[in-house]
């Protein structure tokens, strides 16, 4: 399988060419693809990985009283999660975290890198 990298401008062009892929709040098929939304839909940056892993614990632990699924709330699986967040934004790696909650909702937490290891041609929206 050969497989090109697309430049940086071919991104760009890729993600204006879809109104509504720019427009939207839901997580795109690959977590890389947040990179190509809007600067406007970040909710935070971080330059050292302690800081974003402390982010994301924090964006759970407030979303967690509204899980549907109680083993979603246990304090240890929850322990688990942010430990491997940790590991894996030590070495550069996303995280990504969906629950279900009370009524219909569905909320995501995500932590992106950029540069990203899986699209490392994909522009950081910040720059």
């Not at 699924?69 to 934004?89: N, V």
């Not at 990203?116 to 994909?122: A, G, L, V």
Request: charged share 20%.
């Amino acid at each position: 399988m050969v497989v090109r990298d697309i430049s940086a401008q071919e991104w760009k062009q890729i993600a204006a060419a879809s109104p509504a892929f720019m427009a939207s709040d839901m997580p795109p098929l690959e977590v890389p693809h947040w990179l190509l939304r809007p600067a406007r839909m970040i909710k935070a940056t971080f330059a050292a990985p302690d800081k974003a892993a402390a982010w994301y614990r924090d964006q759970v632990s407030e979303l967690s009283p509204s899980f549907t699924a109680d083993h979603d709330k246990d304090p240890s699986r929850q322990a688990e999660w942010f430990a491997a967040a940790d590991s894996r934004l030590r070495w550069g790696g996303d995280v990504v975290g969906g629950w279900y909650l009370r009524g219909t909702r569905f909320a995501s937490v995500q932590v992106v890198a950029c540069a990203n290891r899986i699209r490392p041609t994909i522009p950081c929206p910040m720059h």
